[in-house]
């Protein structure tokens, strides 16, 4: 069951949409998710993405980060392709930053809240939100206990805004799952990832799916979407919610 609504943040309205399992219509309580999206935007796939989450039992939000760059796309695996649309998507991307995402993640978990979820929150993000949901954890060390992040790009650069950085200040169980080659995580990113999570004494796991390409977890990627690879990521994902959300 999907429900579309706009969400006021500190820079303008952020379309969203909230979703429940039909067995939790509104006004039913159950435990919150925010899903960070991929660098092509909410779009039907997302959705049923966020809608398997709810069926779970799970009250789910799939934000528009890109929402201070009014109507964009539609864009698709193919938009990389073509010069132009990638300068577009990688605009957007790099001018979407870390700290615009904190914010905005304040207004997300208002959002849950008004909408009925219960007490802790998880986070999940893929490819550009993979960052996003790690760096929530640790902005929200008191909401967010449980963060995972599946082909995530940049997760530990020597940037002052590096999600590892804020994930490192968070209390959530943390779950990373990677591509078997993936030049926007290379293995020295992974390590750094692994000493910083490590040294702060954060429960995590970080994962290698050998043979799994960037964006795998993603059924609109035509190329690239592994539905053995895929399903392994379910079961990994709803096991860390079940154990840390009910």
Request: net charge negative.
């Amino acid at each position: 069951m999907k429900k579309s609504i706009d969400i006021s943040t500190d820079d303008g309205v952020a379309k969203a949409a909230i979703f429940r399992s039909d067995k939790h219509p509104d006004g039913t309580s159950a435990p919150g998710i925010i899903l960070y999206m991929d660098a092509f935007g909410p779009r039907p796939t997302l959705d049923g993405m966020a809608q398997r989450l709810a069926d779970h039992g799970y009250l789910v939000l799939l934000p528009d980060l890109f929402y201070r760059y009014g109507a964009y796309g539609p864009f698709t695996f193919a938009s990389f392709s073509d010069p132009k649309e990638r300068d577009e998507i990688m605009g957007m991307i790099n001018g979407t930053t870390q700290a615009m995402t904190r914010s905005d993640t304040a207004a997300f978990l208002k959002v849950l809240d008004d909408e009925g979820a219960s007490g802790a929150v998880g986070t999940v993000g893929y490819c550009m939100g993979g960052g996003r949901a790690l760096t929530a954890a640790g902005a929200f060390p008191d909401r967010v206990v449980a963060a995972a992040s599946f082909h995530g790009g940049g997760l530990a650069t020597e940037q002052e805004d590096s999600p590892h950085r804020m994930a490192a200040k968070g209390k959530a169980r943390i779950y990373v799952g990677n591509a078997g080659v993936d030049g926007s995580f290379p293995p020295e990113q992974s390590a750094r990832l692994a000493e910083a999570l490590r040294v702060a004494e954060i429960d995590y796991i970080i994962e290698n799916y050998v043979g799994a390409a960037h964006g795998w977890t993603i059924p609109d990627r035509d190329g690239v979407y592994d539905e053995r690879a895929a399903e392994r990521h379910w079961k990994r994902l709803l096991d860390l919610f079940s154990e840390t959300l009910g």
